[in-house]
């Protein structure tokens, strides 16, 4: 009994160790504006090398529905569409496997298309992990995003900080270099007086 408990968790502790968690990665939200075209950026980090069975696979459930429909699947080098559903003839494969890409791309998006985008990847031996989820949101008019604006203050203040610091040095490298010019003209004053005099007085005899 003890041995096939053994033997059991070894069976187990190998597998454990072949197969590894793998994260996928997505935007979370995602704004366009409407009749415009997006980019559904999806990829995955994996222990492994990027596996010739590597797989991704995009469903989609729009706001008020309890249920995702599949509209696309990546798998054995080529990529499969959903004949049927929203997405049929605007949806179109634009990621690299070899990449770990899997994005895709949505062209004409229509207000209809708000909801929720699932990424899902496997790398055998890595299959365990979790889809990634991004929010489409569809607008008249993209809104301006409150990280935008302050990345834009924060570049204006940057900007102006070093505009002053530059400034600041440009004047002390003028001031160096007006002080500098007086006084070789001085220098070479005095030089001259001095031998004037000694040119006036001449030799003693």
Avoid at 56 to 84: C, L, M, Q
Avoid at 88 to 107: A, K, Q, T, Y
Avoid at 126 to 144: A, C, Q, T, Y
Wanted: proline share 4%; aromatic share 10%; hydrophobic share 40%.
């Amino acid at each position: 009994m003890l041995s096939v408990l053994a033997l059991t968790s070894v069976v187990l502790l190998g597998i454990a160790s072949q197969c590894t968690a793998i994260s996928v990665y997505t935007n979370w939200e995602k704004h366009v504006q409407v009749g415009s075209d997006v980019r559904l950026s999806c990829s995955f980090f994996s222990w492994h090398w990027t596996s010739a069975e590597v797989t991704f696979s995009w469903s989609y459930r729009p706001d008020g529905a309890k249920e995702s429909v599949s509209i696309f699947h990546y798998t054995n080098g080529a990529p499969y569409i959903a004949t049927k559903g929203p997405f049929r003839d605007r949806l179109e494969f634009v990621g690299n496997p070899n990449r770990r890409d899997g994005s895709i791309m949505i062209r004409n998006v229509d207000y209809n298309d708000n909801g929720t985008f699932t990424c899902d990847a496997k790398n055998p031996p890595d299959i365990m992990g979790h889809p990634s989820n991004v929010r489409l949101l569809v607008f008249e008019k993209v809104p301006v995003q409150a990280g935008v604006i302050t990345g834009a203050i924060i570049g204006v203040v940057l900007g102006l900080l070093i505009l002053v610091v530059a400034i600041y040095y440009l004047m002390r490298f003028l001031v160096a270099r007006r002080v500098f010019s007086l006084s070789m003209r001085h220098g070479k004053k005095g030089k001259g007086k001095e031998g004037s005099q000694q040119r006036q007085a001449g030799p003693s005899k």
